[in-house]
């Protein structure tokens, strides 16, 4: 993980359920678990609150 990512507190893994392991590294756009080394990538809808 970078210096800019910091813990998610609260949150839970949900491949290993372990609780506040979870980091957002909002950098490489990157969820990571630290116990099991799961992660998710986080993907935006640029379009998302746009009216026609």
Request: glycine share 8%; aromatic share 2%; hydrophobic share 40%.
């Amino acid at each position: 993980m970078t210096g800019l990512a910091h813990c998610l507190d609260g949150l839970r893994c949900s491949t290993c359920l372990t609780l506040n392991v979870l980091w957002l590294d909002p950098v490489r756009a990157l969820v990571e678990c630290t116990e099991c080394g799961q992660s998710a990538l986080i993907i935006t809808d640029p379009d998302e609150g746009r009216t026609a």
